[in-house]
């Protein structure tokens, strides 16, 4: 059913019997499953893997599903979420509403409703990458879905999350100057960056690309020319 893109989906539900059953379903429509029950491990996951969906019950064990998806949207607006609940309150409704969420789905749902809210989030990720790849120089381009960079020769190498999250960050603004502490916030996120860790990072991109790929500008930052 999802064949249209190598997406990973992120799914956090406390209930083992329940996410074991959804997460074989959605695997065998196409997409990547990465399981948990809680939302440390979540964050975690999110953090250091390629995530592209995210299905989340909003009673997890000890814990609320809504204070995940704040924390999430305070550092990504765009990664469509699906939220799973037991309960269906007007509050509940705003505050899914408010956290832009792509559907909320009433337990028990069956596997035709849980499909066809993929199928949503699925259709915003292709309309969010409708532009595909995004040409780079030297007959080498960026694909935006499979975090791919793409040689002359149609060869592929994928990008850690680091990498990619750092060569998108580039390309929203080509040729103007990225600060490091901006870096710092977009990449490293909730953890400390030092330059050496940078510096490493910047190595990685360019042997997977080429090697003017990333220019420095001394003491300030980094940048994209195209």
């Not at 997890?60 to 924390?71: A, H, Q, T, V, W």
């Not at 990685?204 to 980094?222: C, E, F, L, M």
């Amino acid at each position: 059913m999802f064949k249209a893109a190598n997406f990973t989906l992120l799914y956090i539900e406390s209930d083992s019997r329940i996410r074991e059953n959804n997460a074989l379903l959605i695997r065998k429509n196409g997409l990547k499953v990465l399981e948990t029950d809680n939302s440390t491990k979540a964050c975690d996951l999110f953090r250091t893997q390629k995530v592209d969906l995210i299905l989340v019950d909003l009673q997890l064990s000890n814990e609320n599903g809504l204070e995940f998806i704040r924390c999430l949207r305070q550092k990504d607006v765009l990664t469509p979420v699906i939220i799973t609940t037991a309960y269906t309150t007007q509050e509940i409704l705003m505050d899914a509403i408010n956290l832009n969420t792509t559907r909320c789905l009433k337990k028990p749902f069956d596997h035709s409703d849980l499909l066809d809210a993929i199928s949503v989030g699925v259709k915003k990720l292709l309309h969010c990458h409708s532009s595909a790849y995004t040409t780079l120089h030297d007959g080498f381009s960026y694909d935006p879905i499979n975090k791919t960079i793409n040689h002359p020769d149609n060869s592929t190498i994928q990008l850690s999350k680091k990498e990619y999250l750092l060569v998108e960050i580039l390309l929203s603004k080509k040729r103007l100057i990225i600060p490091y502490e901006v870096i710092e916030t977009h990449v490293w996120q909730d953890t400390l960056m030092s330059m050496d860790a940078l510096r490493t990072l910047v190595r990685g991109i360019r042997k997977k690309a080429y090697p003017h790929i990333i220019s420095n500008v001394n003491g300030i930052g980094y940048k994209i020319d195209l």
